[in-house]
């Protein structure tokens, strides 16, 4: 069912302070893999954790388990992916390789620095990103953790948020439509897709989202990266070719990957721990945060 969405003013000022900063996180801009990113990361020891964002979403996303990692003294990056955050746009060509890609590069420093395998964590197109990467047995992977992953089962919304009331409205006027408005928007859609209990979710997490998803043209860019990647359901990964630890984080809740994947991914990887959370919806490090540390260091200690 498409949530109910609406546009206009609901009498709410905007709320546009910056995120407040950790002081046991580290934030940069940089360049890895020849395009201008910008990470936050732990300053801890032991196999580190990559930690890879969805469709539409940055490495804000990440806080509440990199704030975590950090009081266990885990070392942790999260980067905006190409394409979203800060980062430049996808270029021309299949969306899931130039992903993964990137996160091939950030797996290999995350290696070379902490001289130890790397586990990779991503949800949702993050998830299904570091799928493809536990398929490059060259990689020095411990593990993966793909949370409510993304090229398994599918809800149709996924590719048709242009459709939505609301974001074709957004998107098609042809008149300017204020900032404040459009974030408005993207948050009420955000709440309503991504949590199990929408109403519970803290403000600052949906201000952590929408200040990248503001511009017009650069959100009809990001719809249009969710029907490209279409295509790749057919082949979404090589599970036989995946040999490492595969721990599945799902919530039963999720309106985008449709819980019920998370049978059809136990079919493709016998191998695979399979965690289902009651109550909880696309964004499990989001609402359930210590689940996603627990899957970490079972395969960080094994690394």
Sequence with gaps: ?????????????????????????????????????????????????????????????????????????????????????????LGPGNVLDQLADFAEEAVVQAAERSGRKVVVVGNSLGGWVALRLAERRDLPIAGVVPIGPAGIRMAPLFFTADRIPAVSQIIGLPAPVPPAVTRRVVGRLYRALAFGDPASVDQNVVDRFTQFNVARPVIRQRIDYAKRIRADLE??????????????????????????GARTLAGMLPHAKIVMLKGVGHTPQVEAPEVVIEAIEELAANA
Excluded: S
């Design 1 to 89: 069912m498409t949530p109910a969405i609406r546009l206009g003013d609901d009498g709410r000022e905007e709320r546009t302070a910056p995120p407040k900063r950790n002081p046991g996180l580290e934030r940069a801009r940089l360049e890895l893999d020849g395009i201008a990113t910008r990470m936050i990361r732990t300053r801890g020891h032991g196999a580190p954790a990559v930690l890879l964002h969805g469709w539409l979403d940055n490495a804000e996303t990440w806080l509440l388990v990199l704030e975590r990692l950090a009081a266990l003294d885990r070392a942790a990056i999260a980067y905006d992916q190409p394409g979203f955050g800060v980062a430049p746009p």
């Design 235 to 260: 082949n979404p990964f090589d599970a036989d070719a995946i040999e490492v630890p595969v721990t599945v984080i799902w919530g039963d809740r999720d309106r985008l990957c449709v819980p019920a």
